[in-house]
């Protein structure tokens, strides 16, 4: 069976005594109540699409900062998923709370400045009560993944210049402007990017979106993408089942889009950039394209 690595699925309880939803922003994002999957629909999904591991993020529109039921999920299947988890990384505790969930089970981290229930504010995101936080995420090899829109770059490029030993993800790429199609100089901001080697992207189906809006088309778009960043600092994440649709569709329609490049391309992105992001998945298989 080929192997893929999921760097952005979620998975959310439908105990509500043990894991009660308490939502950044007091919203809880529509849907985790319409399309809940506990962490066995997930095991069930990717062995349907072949997937041998994955990075689960944690849902802070449905749990906050409780990252409780993503921890006590990957310690129940540590031979093919770790969690990665969401921290005030403002507060004065941060850093403890922070090793505490790491003794949990937590590999890797999520800033959440906005999305599905609320615009994106990006005050915080380089606040210097965090550095510590992000000090901490250097030490440990914590990955730290951020969700945020074209708005925060210019404060992520700060971050990375700042913590370069941090391996920062882009949700979404940063849910960038395409439809102007090729040259796409819509996404100046995102292909400024590059400057910096510890800055990567998460490639999901709200890009496979994009890649066919417009003037975009998936060949010129992650042509693009790959010159500009290289393969090693691109990673395919699902969004399942926050994005509409099946994993295994999901999985599909990534495949197709980037079914053009090398072979080599296609591994790195599917598995290879996954296992340097989060090294406790590097037993993983990689795809065969």
């Known amino acids: 069976m080929t192997h893929y690595i999921d760097i952005h699925p979620h998975i959310i309880s439908g105990d509500l005594e043990t894991y009660p939803p308490s939502p950044l922003f007091g919203k809880q994002s529509d849907w985790s109540k319409e399309r809940p999957l506990e962490v066995q629909g997930l095991l069930a999904a990717m062995d349907a699409a072949g997937i041998g591991k994955a990075a689960v993020v944690h849902s802070s529109t449905c749990y906050g900062y409780d990252n409780s039921y993503v921890c006590d999920s990957v310690l129940q299947h540590p031979d093919r998923l770790t969690a990665v988890g969401s921290v005030d ?21 999520r800033l959440f400045t906005g999305g599905s229930t609320k615009a994106f504010d990006t005050s915080g995101l380089d606040d210097p ?3 510590p936080a992000w000090d901490l995420a250097g030490q440990e090899g914590l990955s730290i993944c951020i969700q945020t829109g074209p708005v925060g770059l210019a404060q992520i490029a700060g971050l990375a210049r700042r913590f370069p030993k941090v391996n920062i993800i882009l949700d979404h790429l940063s849910r960038p402007v395409v439809d102007d199609g090729p040259p796409y100089n819509s996404a100046v901001s995102l292909w400024a990017m590059s400057a910096f080697d510890n800055i990567h992207m998460k490639i999901t189906p709200r890009t496979t979106d994009l890649a066919v809006k ?7 778009l992650f042509t693009k993408l790959v010159g500009t960043f290289g393969a090693d600092r691109l990673a395919w994440g699902s969004n399942y089942p926050s994005s509409d649709g099946e994993l295994q ?25 996954a296992q340097k992001l989060y090294p406790c998945l590097a037993d993983a298989g990689v795809a065969s394209g």
């Open 129 to 131: 009560a965090s550095f």
């Open 214 to 220: 417009g003037n975009a088309d998936p060949t010129s």
């Open 249 to 273: 569709d999901n999985l599909d329609v990534a495949r197709r889009q980037l079914g053009f490049l090398p072979e080599a391309v296609q591994r790195q992105i599917f598995a290879g950039t």
């Open 89 to 109: 990384l403002g507060a004065a505790d941060a850093t403890q709370q922070i090793r505490a969930w790491m003794k949990r089970g937590l590999t890797g981290l």
